[in-house]
């Protein structure tokens, strides 16, 4: 409290009666609010949500997937703040995440902790059952998880930047993180959850980076056959490799038009690897509707607005009630891509977490199917020579 402030407030008490004891509660109360830390759940937290209760067991919140998407960010955001209070040196008591996961009956299990810095990337939140009962929840809510990992993205802060940077390089150089400490941490802590309370009891979600691992972690587990309730907030979808890729591939297509002007003996090879490639695309579209990953994405995003991209099939659909179907070549929906109809549009907020909580925001679903989705996607099952699984 300001020091002018604690002078008002003693001047009032001084005053005597119950008129200065109702003006020095007033002064303390706005001496309050004025020295909140903008990162507080009563800050900057989503406004228009109910919190867990009773009512819940007859129409659970969870079942609305906006509830869903705000719950996951603020989840998220929990474990930004987890590691500022690493930083800043704040306990359990006086910290700013715990509010963040405590508001929804969950618990906070596991953090996890990047061997290089001791910075902390990921937390494992669960169902806290005692905490429910004291609201008279008597059972977790339908569609709720049991548990949840969270995965944060880069924070740009000197004790943090050099390794967020190092795997956000990785993934531009790469696209793939799976040679960084902090995969091998998030695959270990999502295997053991799906151990201990079963795939369908089990959800992972990450922003920007966060979001990158998220993805790898998950199509881990589903090439095992284990799919897991995956969100992605901001993933990311530009890398170095990517575009190589798709350079080879148009020169590989500018090559087979001219081949293929040209007469050639190898027209009957050509035509039955075509045909094989129909039957193996058939194979992966008739698999990849087991685990559909959940994209949210901001076209001001430079990052992540590549998951947009037109050259795939789109289905849009009313957010509310998740029912779409789509239109392309196998029927099967890659991703549900929940894009931002009316967001901001600065990058900084565009790739911000904030705009998933807030109740304002105007989404547009669709049942997926980019081209960078099925090249994301593609690995998840691969035929072998013969067409055979």
């Known amino acids: 409290m300001a020091k002018g402030s604690l002078a008002t407030v003693n001047a009032g008490a001084a005053g005597g009666g119950e008129e200065g004891k109702k003006k020095a509660v007033e002064v303390m109360a706005v001496a309050a609010v004025e020295v909140a830390h903008p990162y507080d759940f009563h800050v900057s937290g989503p406004r228009n949500f109910s919190s867990p209760n009773w009512k819940d067991l007859i129409r ?15 989840f998220i955001q929990a474990v930004y703040l987890l590691e500022l209070d690493r930083q800043e040196k704040r306990n359990a008591e006086n910290g700013l995440a715990p509010k963040w996961w405590k508001t929804f009956k969950y618990k906070l299990t596991q953090t996890l902790e990047d061997e290089r810095d001791g910075s902390i990337y990921g937390a494992v939140l669960e169902w806290d059952r005692s905490a429910a009962l004291s609201d008279l929840i008597l059972m977790r809510p339908a569609g709720a998880p049991r548990a949840v990992l969270a995965l944060r993205g880069t924070l740009l802060k000197s004790p943090t930047i050099r390794r967020d940077l190092e795997d956000d390089l990785r993934f531009l150089a790469w696209e793939s993180l799976k040679g960084s400490v902090r995969y091998h941490g998030a695959l270990q802590a999502l295997n053991a959850m799906v151990e201990n309370f079963g795939s369908n009891n089990v959800c992972i979600g990450g922003h920007s980076l966060g979001a990158g691992f998220a993805l790898q972690v ?61 039957s193996c695309a ?107 699984l």
């Not at 079942?63 to 705000?70: A, F, G, I, L, V």
């Not at 991209?309 to 659909?317: H, I, L, P, Q």
Request: aromatic content about 10%; glycine content about 6%; charged content about 20%.
């Open 60 to 74: 659970s919140s969870w079942r609305d997937p906006n509830y869903k998407r705000m719950v996951m960010a603020c």
């Open 218 to 278: 998950g199509k881990t587990l589903a090439k095992q056959g284990v799919f897991v309730e995956c969100h992605l907030f901001n993933p990311p979808s530009v890398s170095l490799a990517m575009s190589i890729r798709n350079m080879g591939e148009k020169a590989g297509f500018l090559w087979r038009r001219i081949k293929s002007s040209l007469p050639s003996k190898g027209e009957t090879s050509l035509d039955a690897k075509e045909k094989n490639s129909v």
């Open 282 to 388: 058939k194979v992966f579209g008739t698999e990849t509707k087991k685990w559909i990953p959940h994209l949210y994405v901001n076209n001001s995003d430079y990052i992540c607005c590549y998951y947009n991209d037109t050259s795939g099939t789109a289905v849009a659909t009313d957010v509310s009630t998740e029912k779409a179907k789509t239109s392309n070549g196998h029927g099967e929906a890659m991703a549900k891509l929940f894009v931002m109809c009316k967001g901001p549009q600065k990058f900084l907020e565009a790739h911000g977490l904030e705009q998933w909580w807030c109740d304002e925001v105007e989404l547009q679903q669709a049942l997926h199917n980019s081209k960078l989705i099925n090249m994301q996607l593609r690995s998840l099952y691969s035929a072998p020579a013969s067409g055979k």
